[in-house]
C-alpha cells in the first residue's frame, strides 16, 4: 500500500480546489482528468506553479474499469468528484448521466476494493433531497429524484454505502450543498448571474427566481472534505456540508448586482425554467452532523464568497472562456 491520494474529478471546478487543498495539506496527489485530444487538465492548468508541479496528472474516464485500477495503484486515499453535474442537460443525455454517475462510481468503488484503499469519499448532492419537505435538511431526509442528474447521484450513493455494507470498505458519502466560488462554470447559477452584469447585459435572463439555496464557498468545502477523510468516525456515513442559511435566487441576483456595480432587469427566460415538477424549490442544510464528526465550522461568509467570486470573475483572463450571452446546460 502507497500513501498516494487519488483525486478524480481534479480538473474541475470543486476538484481543482480540492486538488491545491491536499497538495497544500502536504499530501502526494495523483489527480485524475478527463482524457482528451488536447491535453488539457482542465482547472488544473491554472493553479499556481508550486502546487501544479506537486500533481501527478493522470488522463482517463472513470468509465472505464481497467483505467480506474490502474490509476489507482499505490494510492490509499482515493476522493471521487468526477460527474456529469448539468441538471438541464441531464434531461436530454440520462444514459451519459447513468454510465458517468453510477457506472464511474462503480468502477471506482470496484478499484478501491481491489486495491484495499484505506479511505473513499464518493461525492453526492444536496439535489438528492429534492425540494426540502422539513428544514434544515438532515441526512435523514427522503431522497427524491426530481432530475435524472439527481436519480443517478442516489443510485450512486446506495451503491457506495453497499460497498461499505458488503465488503467493509470504508466509505463516506460527502454531500456538498450548492458550492461556489471562483472557476464555476455558466451552467450555476452565481458565474450565470456575474457573467451577464459584467457582460454589460441590460436584462438579466435566468430561470425562476423564488427558489432558496444554502451556498458554500469552495473552499470551506474543500476543507469539509479534508476534514472527512481525516475523522475515522465518517467512515460509513452520509454527511453534509452546508451553512444552515439559505437566500432566494431573486435575493442573491439583488447582492450581486450591488457588489458588482452593474443594474439589470431580470427577466425569466422559459428555456432556463426547469419542468414545474422537477424544481427544487427549498434546499436549507444541516450541518450539525459534520460538526460533529469533525468539528468544521464555515469561515466564509456569503457577502465575503460572493465578492471574492465577482474579484476573480473581473479578470478578463478568467472569463474570457464564458459564453455569458448563451444558455450554458
Known sequence: ???????????GFIGSHLAEALVRSGRRVRALVRYNSMGSWGWL?????????????????????????????????V?????LIGIPYSYHAPDSYVDTNVKGTLNVLQAARDAGVQRVLVTSTSEVY?????????????RQGQSPYSATKIGADHLALSFH????????????????????SARAVIPTIITQLL?????????SVHPTRDLVFVEDTARAFIALAESASSVGEEVNIATQQEVSVADLAEQLMQITGRRARIVTADDRVRPDKSEVERLLGSAAKLQRLTGWEPSVTLNEGLQRTVEWFRDPANRSGYKWQLYNV
Open 199 to 207: 457582460g454589460g447585459a441590460s436584462e438579466l435572463r435566468l430561470g
Open 45 to 77: 492548468d491554472t493553479l499556481p506553479p508550486d502546487v501544479k508541479d506537486s500533481l501527478e496528472v493522470v488522463a482517463g474516464d472513470v468509465r472505464d474499469p481497467n483505467g480506474m485500477r490502474v490509476a489507482m495503484a499505490g494510492c490509499n486515499e
Open 1 to 11: 500500500m502507497g500513501d498516494l491520494t487519488f483525486i478524480t474529478g481534479a480538473g
Open 165 to 184: 455494507l458488503s465488503f467493509g470498505t470504508p466509505v463516506t458519502v460527502v454531500r456538498p450543498f450548492n458550492t461556489y466560488g471562483p472557476r464555476q
Open 79 to 83: 476522493f471521487h468528484l468526477a460527474a
Open 130 to 142: 429534492g425540494t426540502a419537505r422539513q428544514v434544515p435538511i438532515t441526512e435523514e431526509h427522503p
